[in-house]
């Protein structure tokens, strides 16, 4: 208190300085609860998801994730500028509390902060407004002068948001100076009148204006530390209630989008979590097509996003100039909640969300890679939603022309290509590769302890069957006992489940399972990562699945799979991590510690690796898709690979191959670039017991591939 | 042995390609037999298209009503059931017209239809026996016609080469009163011409074609390469216009263009007749597929078993330089 | 509106392979994949969107047996308000004009404005239509690419050479068959078939029907299939079997003898 005085013990204005805040501060609070109880109203109506299980295990990602801001290092800069607000503001949340009632109850302590913790903690924070106020200032020439690209709104996608980011900013920084203001005004007085003055932080804000104000006199003093009072109270029950119509709203709920974001990545929600894959028959309609659709952890994920961009930025859809930005399906759902679900006045009619606020073509360009979902810092789920979009389209018979073409032939024929069942196994068949390599069938005569699972592409197109052969080869080179199983294996469904067909995804998972119990193999193996991801997190009830590439890595390092060294001295080896292998199943290391186990393979590191790879523009049905782009995703991944300073790319999905070789002609780098699987390195590379025949037979088959 | 008819596709004063060829069925099915020409129409183009078949025919059966100045089939339907003798043995192109006409006519004239015929191999009696192609060309089958009440026969255009037959006299008989009041619940408006876009395939005497073997709407851009070097220009089969890979105006085939090129290279093209049925006056046709079975290696001059989205750039570059220009 | 739709079951030619069975005379049916005719999915689409513009009811047909009916109810679930399967014993063997007559007798029995066919199946005949028309003395028009409904009068759009379309007004009732590309129909899944499994799709037969007996299946048919076959190759193309670069000269050569190098 000033003098004798604290805003508190006011008496001479209409009410007393006590009842008034007092008011202030229940005004406040209740604004504020009505505001977010307004905003609960939709998640109310919205689809079940059940989020509370397992609370140790989210307990951990809510400590790493939001207290630890583990994310947001990705980003330096901003990182770093959100890391010490973040800190700030929880250091300061005690200090606020306190300042606010104490115009209520003027002598009012934090339990626990009185005495010398109490000073330490003055000093802290004193020094954590200091920072929380630089941050607005640079944060805000940074949004003004600099203009990071990301931060920008294209004008199909609404207004900018740089006023509306530098507004809360500046008022952030405002509540910074009121706070400091107070306390410097307040130990001024004290200073001026010889009573005991609190510390101040040497040079902090609140110090340097207590510096200022030094020789102030008394009344003016008291002038300033009550207008700073007040400024600080409405400030910040102002923006306590405005930031739950903005991206700020972020702070209230971040810490619950972090605590109740998914556990298990890979997996799709299913089509209702109250619903079993039996009775789904009965629900009415699949899929999102209003926004009530929405389970309530993704309408939260509308009000959690703070539109910081960096899930744009990294989307390979956005960077090839599909009508796609992770960042702008959550900002334009959030306006539709806001419009439809007023803090003042009552819910309006629901609209049908594609073609009003979505375009088709929007949704249907993501290639859920999920490099959105593992850059954001609020750990918004992206495909979730995306599939359940697509769901909606389907079930309303809303298909592009060019995808109901291969879904009618998976209907049919189990592959989208529309080749028929009893040639699925023919690649097994080519005469040079048979003699070397005889590949059991598991048709009920055969059994094996382990099955390769080829799925479609590799069974079927010309260039990708040689995977498949190498991948036999790799196999039997290892001893392992395995079959394939033939015309009873269907596609495995993965892109189809992904592109909302729930139904026949259901369909081929069910047969695939019950060819795999029919078999009875104890493990399963693939060279398809998109099979593998479906295997491991899509399918239930079957054995254990294991990537190729993971396989080959245990044999190298057991030392039963040597290399022959690399020939060409010339090559440059780039490795492009595939999405489902990489960023969805964390298998980065043992594709790597393969190739770096081969003689002489000069190998570089892409500036987009592991978690941040660049999706090559997807696999499975997306083959089929016609997007609109300015730019194939593949060429932007091929020119990266040459920046690297690549001359070979070295994938481990067939969906990547295509996508690579096609991208290497079209942009024009035929002679200059190849791509080669990392299967038909291997086989190419591998030492066999002096049969020098296979070995060529094996150059043969990988010819064309390049290394 | 019924008498046979041939009905006469014309416009502007120009007789259809395919009267010929319909003669020359007309002769499969009774090499004795005179074929007598059928056609309506109205005004100074029609008589003329009447006088032009005078070599060709011996009796020409000329049906002249203003109702018909346009081709509406509904309307020259009804005056070929007045003006056709019971039991007669009708030809007609399988063609939009054809297809438009025949059915109907086939029924109100109580006689057999065959539709989309490739060859007559025999006439035994009172039946024919035709051939016909089933599944999109990829089979084919033997048809027994029964022509005992007569039968309309659509002849799919391009199947029979045309012959001049012995020396007509060309005769034209005026059937116009016999055709009766004509009146139909199906009115011509008018036709909407195709957009003809920047390029005119119809004029030009090198056609680099292109089909489903280019594979994506981004490929298009080798064929134009090579069209470029060779002075020529694009066109391309119906799925490639459907995938809207390439412009309406650019399509070859019985609903697009006609053309007629010196030299045609068909690239990736498998050689649906629809397709075929688009190129006229027998060009040096180059065929280039991956598959060695595709359809159009049995009516190219030249073909190649290779990928085209392969060998195209390689004959760009040879085509460059040849021309001296730096292959890329 | 009531607007029938005639559709019929082919085996789809993307998803099958094509070929002669071990005698010659026929195709290898066992492992056929079947689905309804491309055009006539065409032409249930056209119906659906024009009843959903102008309101009403759209029926589909089908002459066939039990092994039709999945597609009738594909068609249901795409949207359709009825299916019906027009099948006896007596309609088996039936040519273009048997069939025709089957459908023309059951259009009779019912109330239809507006009926459609696709331009062609699999035996690309395209025949049904016209001859369904020309029984029931309606107006006809083929390879319809537009239609658009106004006061009740029809005007619809044919695909002619060149590209071009030819305009014509059309009274009802009236027959048309409906080219592919006409629109972009609807997609149907599993999920929509398992919806309307419960659907009733009623049987009528050549009683119910009241059909002249002669005038339907083998005994009627004036045009009759002897058998398939492949035919003997001709001659065909001179075939190139160099490397590609030699294939590439050879070509260069050809089109510059040909006349086509300027």
């Known amino acids: ?707 | 042995m019924a008498r046979i008819f041939a009905y006469i596709v014309h416009r502007s004063g120009v007789v259809d390609d395919s009267a010929l060829e319909l003669a020359a069925a007309g002769r499969k099915i009774d090499a004795t037999a005179p074929v007598t020409a059928i056609l309506t129409g109205w005004g100074p183009d029609f008589e003329a298209a009447c006088n032009s078949l005078r070599p060709s025919f011996g009796e020409i059966w000329k049906v002249s009503n203003q109702a018909l100045a346009y081709p509406n089939a509904e309307l020259v339907r009804q005056a070929l059931v007045h003006v056709l003798p019971p039991g007669c043995i009708l030809l007609v192109p399988h063609d939009h017209f054809g297809i438009d006409l025949a059915p109907g006519l086939s029924i109100k004239l109580n006689s057999a239809f065959a539709s989309d015929v490739l060859a007559i191999e025999a006439a035994e009696g009172d039946a024919l026996k035709l051939v016909r192609q089933e599944f999109r060309g990829q089979v084919s089958a033997h048809v027994r016609c029964d022509i005992s009440s007569g039968a309309v026969i659509n002849i799919r255009p391009g199947a029979f080469k045309p012959e001049i037959g012995a020396a007509a006299s060309g005769t034209i008989v005026d059937k116009s009163s016999a055709a009766g009041t004509l009146s139909a619940r199906r009115r011509y408006v008018e036709t909407i011409a195709a957009e003809s876009g920047d390029v005119d395939i119809t004029k030009h005497s090198v056609l680099v074609s292109i089909g489903r073997g280019i594979q994506e709407k981004e490929n298009v851009v080798i064929a134009e390469e090579l069209a470029e070097a060779l002075g020529a220009a694009v066109s391309c089969s119906r799925p490639v216009v459907d995938a809207k890979w390439m412009e309406k105006s650019r399509q070859v085939g019985s609903s697009g263009k006609t053309v007629k090129p010196k030299v045609y290279l068909a690239c990736g093209i498998s050689g649906a007749f629809q397709h075929l049925a688009g190129i006229k006056g027998n060009p040096f046709l180059i065929a280039i597929n991956k598959n060695p079975k595709a359809p159009i290696f049995q009516v190219a001059d030249v073909g190649i078993v290779d990928d085209v989205l392969e060998f195209l750039p390689e004959l760009t570059n040879k085509v460059r330089e040849a021309r001296g220009v730096a292959a890329k | 509106m009531e607007i029938l739709v005639c559709v019929r079951r082919v085996p789809d030619t993307s998803e099958n392979e094509i070929q002669l069975n071990a005698a010659g005379n026929d195709i290898e049916r066992d492992e056929l994949v079947y689905s309804i005719n491309e055009a006539d999915n065409y032409a249930v689409e056209e119906a659906l969107q024009i009843r959903d513009r102008v309101g009403g009811n759209v029926t589909v047909v089908t002459v066939g047996a039990e092994d039709d009916e999945e597609i009738l109810r594909r068609q249901l679930a795409m949207g359709a308000n009825q299916a019906v399967l027009l099948y006896d014993e007596a309609f088996t063997g039936s040519d273009g004009k048997g069939i025709a007559t089957v459908l023309k007798d059951f259009v009779q029995k019912g109330h239809y404005d507006l009926i459609l066919t696709g331009v062609q199946a699999d035996d690309g005949a395209a025949q049904v239509g016209g001859m369904l028309a020309a029984m029931l003395d309606y107006p006809f028009a083929s390879l319809v690419n537009a239609i658009t409904v106004a006061d009740g009068k029809l005007k619809v759009s044919r695909e002619i050479e060149g590209g071009n379309r030819e305009i014509n007004e059309i009274d009802l009732p009236c027959v048309l068959s409906i080219q592919t590309g006409i629109n972009e129909p609807r997609y149907v899944g599993m999920r929509g078939i398992r919806q309307v499994a419960s659907v009733p799709i009623p049987t009528v037969g050549a009683s119910d029907l009241g059909i002249a007996k002669g005038t339907v299946g083998e005994v009627s048919a004036k045009v009759k299939r002897i058998d398939y076959f492949v035919p003997a190759l001709s001659k065909g193309a001179e075939m190139l079997n160099g490397s590609r670069e030699e294939n590439a000269e050879k070509v260069l050569e050809l089109v510059g003898a040909k006349g086509g190098l300027k």
């Open chain 1, 1 to 707: 208190m000033v003098g004798n005085y604290s805003p508190a013990q006011i008496a001479d204005w209409l009410v007393p300085g006590r009842n008034l805040f007092l008011t202030i501060h229940a005004l406040g609070v209740a604004c504020f609860v009505y505001i977010v109880a307004k905003r609960m109203v939709p998640l109310l109506r919205a689809e079940r998801d059940p989020r509370f299980d397992q609370p140790w295990a989210r307990l951990q990602r809510v400590f790493k994730f939001w207290l630890g801001q583990w994310k947001h290092p990705r980003y330096k800069l901003a990182g770093t500028i959100h890391i010490l607000i973040f800190a700030g503001f929880i250091l300061l949340a005690a200090r606020a509390f306190t300042t606010l009632l104490v115009g209520v109850s003027e002598n009012f302590v934090m339990p626990g902060l009185s005495g010398r913790t109490g000073r330490i903690y003055d000093i802290v924070t004193d020094y954590a407004a200091t920072v929380v106020f630089l941050c607005m200032v640079v944060a805000a020439i940074r949004r003004l002068v600099f203009k990071p690209a990301r931060y920008a709104v294209p004008a199909k996608y609404g207004k900018g948001h740089t006023a509306d980011a530098v507004f809360l900013l500046g008022l952030i920084a405002v509540l910074m100076v009121a706070d400091s203001l107070f306390a410097a005004s307040q130990a001024a007085g004290h200073a001026l009148q010889g009573q005991p003055a609190e510390d101040l932080a040497f040079l902090s804000l609140p110090w340097l204006l207590k510096v200022a104000l030094s020789s102030t006199p008394l009344a003016t003093l008291w002038a300033v530390n009550v207008t700073a009072y007040l400024v600080h109270a409405v400030t910040f029950y102002f923006l306590l209630c405005y930031r739950p119509f903005g991206i700020q709203f972020h702070v209230e709920t971040s810490l619950f989008s972090v605590y109740f974001a998914k556990l298990e990545r890979g997996m799709l929600k299913p089509v209702r979590w109250d619903v079993s894959d039996e009775h789904l028959d009965q629900v009415k309609s699949f899929g999102v097509k209003k926004f009530e659709d929405f389970t309530w952890k993704h309408m939260l994920d509308f009000y959690s996003c703070a539109d910081c961009g960096r899930c744009a930025d990294n989307c390979p859809a956005n960077a090839a100039g599909r009508p796609l930005a992770p960042r702008f399906l959550t900002t334009k759902a959030r306006d539709y909640a806001f419009q439809h679900y007023p803090v003042l006045g009552s819910p309006k009619e629901s609209l049908p969300l594609i073609g009003n606020i979505y375009s088709e073509d929007e949704i249907w360009s993501c290639t859920t890679c999920g490099a959105c979902e593992e850059e954001c810092p609020l750990l918004v789920e992206y495909i979730d939603k995306i599939v359940d979009l697509r769901r909606g389209m389907i079930d309303n018979g809303n298909v592009p022309q060019s995808l109901q073409k291969p879904l009618k032939a998976l209907e049919s024929r189990g592959n989208p290509y529309g080749k028929l069942e009893k040639k699925k196994a023919d690649w097994i068949k080519a005469p040079e590769f048979r003699k070397g390599c005889e590949v059991k069938v598991l048709d009920g005569k055969n059994g094996a302890d382990t099955a390769y699972f080829v799925d479609s592409i590799t069974s079927y197109d010309d260039r990708m069957q040689s995977i498949g052969r190498s991948t036999a080869r790799i196999l039997d080179h290892i001893g392992e006992d395995f079959g394939i199983l033939g015309a009873a294996e269907k596609d495995s469904g993965h892109e189809v489940r992904r592109f909302g067909e729930e139904t026949l995804f259901l369909a081929l998972r069910d047969h695939n399972t019950d060819a795999i119990k029919a078999a009875g193999v104890k493990r399963l193996v693939t060279a398809d990562p998109h099979a593998y991801n479906a295997l491991k997190h899509d399918y239930k009830d079957v054995p254990p699945v294991e990537h190729i590439s993971q396989v080959i890595a245990r044999e190298v390092q057991s030392g039963k799979i040597q290399f022959n060294p690399v020939e060409n001295a010339n090559s440059v080896y780039a490795y492009h991590d595939p999405c489902y292998l990489g960023r969805h199943n964390q298998v980065y290391d043992d594709p790597r510690t393969v190739l770096d186990a081969i003689p002489g393979l000069k190998r570089v590191e892409m500036t987009r690796s592991r978690d941040r790879s660049f999706c090559c523009g997807g696999g499975g049905l997306m083959l089929f898709y016609e997007p609109q782009e300015e730019q194939r995703m593949g060429v932007l991944r091929v020119r990266m690979a040459a920046d690297a300073g690549a001359n070979v790319i070295v994938t481990a999905c067939p969906f990547c191959m295509v996508n690579i070789e096609d991208a290497i002609k079209v942009a024009g780098l035929e002679g200059k670039m190849s791509a080669i699987d990392l299967t038909e390195l291997v086989d190419q590379q591998i030492v066999r017991a002096a049969d020098t025949e296979s070995l060529e037979t094996a150059k043969l088959e990988t010819a064309t591939c390049g290394g």
